[in-house]
Every structure is written in C-alpha cells, then in structure tokens.
C-alpha cells in the first residue's frame, strides 16, 4: 500500500515537471509589409487632371448661363 501511494506521488509530481519543461507557445508569425506601391508620381498628374476638368466644367456652366 505504501508502495502504491509512492508511485501515485510520483507520477502527479513528473506531469508537473513535464508540462512546464514543454515550453511557451511560438510567438504569432508576423503581418507581411505593404505592398510598395508609390502613389507620389500619379498623384499630381492626377490633381492636375482634376483641376483642369474642374475649370473645364466651371467654364461651359458659365458660358450656359451667359
């Protein structure tokens, strides 16, 4: 009987020491970057676009009206 509650001692104390000796869990994998897509090159083109469209609209209501 003393034998038994030995082993049973035994085996609660070594799931202990195995669990801890497993680790952590792996850090979460890290996002991939933004696509390098530049935006800097089209962008005045595109507000020029724009601007001229805009003083394009602005001209044909003003002459409409006249």
Do not use: E
């Not at 070594?14 to 952590?24: C, D, E, I, K, P």
């Not at 991939?32 to 089209?42: E, M, Q, S, V």
């Not at 805009?54 to 044909?60: L, Q, S």
């Amino acid at each position: 009987m003393r034998n038994r509650k030995i082993v049973i001692l035994i085996l609660f104390l070594s799931v202990g020491f195995a669990s801890v000796g497993q680790g952590a869990t792996p850090p979460p994998p890290v996002p991939p970057p933004p696509p390098g897509l530049p935006i800097d090159g089209g962008a005045m083109l595109l507000f020029g676009l724009a601007l001229s469209l805009g003083i394009y609209k602005a001209y044909k209501i003003s002459k409409k009206t006249a």
